[in-house]
């Protein structure tokens, strides 16, 4: 699904120092504006200006600017999946992102995915993912992970087939959308689609994040399923 860099590659080196050069000077101003605090524990380079505010400071620049955000972002959530795993500013982050580019669509879905999954914040995962659609309404993967995360984590399969159908019936969508959709209208076990959900997110990223994220849960899913399995159904009544 996505990459840490985009699959259109990165701009040429003097554009990402522009970039930087507007993001650090936007940061500066704010302070002194704003009187923003400076971040404790040298944390500076996490913080991010409204999306707003460095749209108005980039000079043209806003999409080579939405890149070193994105750069800025996967060093932010590398660091606290190893430390504490503490997400409290992903989800300004990535709406800064999305506002700076709103095409940016590994943006939206990696975003959601973080504050759905990592951060136990699927609503502000699914409004993430809204305001990829509005920006993108031909884009079947935000309708595709909208439905994956009300299947998975919210559990609420008739959403989730809407999306699931959604997905499937925009242009590019591969066949799996429409299994999907077939799977949660015909209430297939839970964790038996919720397994084959994460193999397929595991089997399509080339987001290492994320595929390490789809492994744990495949993991937790597969001794679910085998904890099922050996457990004798409770006797009959009579």
């Not at 940061?27 to 704003?34: A, E, K």
């Not at 009300?150 to 997905?167: E, K, M, T």
Request: with cysteine; charged share 25%; aromatic share 10%.
């Amino acid at each position: 699904m996505m990459g840490l860099l985009r699959g259109r590659g990165v701009r040429q080196a003097a554009c990402l120092l522009v970039a930087a050069s507007l993001f650090t000077g936007g940061v500066c101003l704010r302070r002194h504006v704003f009187g923003d605090p400076v971040p404790p524990g040298g944390q500076e380079l996490m913080y991010f200006p409204s999306g707003k505010f460095l749209k108005q400071s980039a000079l043209g620049h806003t999409t080579t600017l939405a890149d070193v955000a994105w750069l800025r972002a996967i060093q932010y959530y590398g660091h606290h999946r190893l430390t504490d795993r503490k997400y409290d500013m992903v989800g300004h982050i990535f709406d800064v992102i999305t506002t700076l580019d709103p095409n940016f669509i590994h943006a939206y879905v990696f975003g959601a995915v973080v504050l759905s999954q990592d951060a136990g914040r699927p609503d502000d995962g699914l409004a993430l993912l809204r305001k990829g659609m509005r920006a993108n309404p031909d884009n079947w993967l935000l309708a595709f992970e909208t439905g994956f995360i009300y299947y998975v984590i919210l559990h609420d399969y008739d959403s989730a087939g809407r999306y699931f159908a959604l997905s499937s019936r925009l242009p590019g969508a591969p066949d799996m959308t429409s299994r999907f959709a077939a799977f949660v209208h015909e209430r297939a076990g839970h964790s038996e689609t919720a397994l084959e959900l994460w193999s397929e997110i595991a089997r399509a990223t080339d987001n290492k994040f994320i595929k390490e994220m789809a492994e744990e849960k495949m993991e937790k899913l597969r001794a679910q399923l085998r904890k099922e399995r050996d457990t004798p159904p409770p006797p009959e009544q009579g």
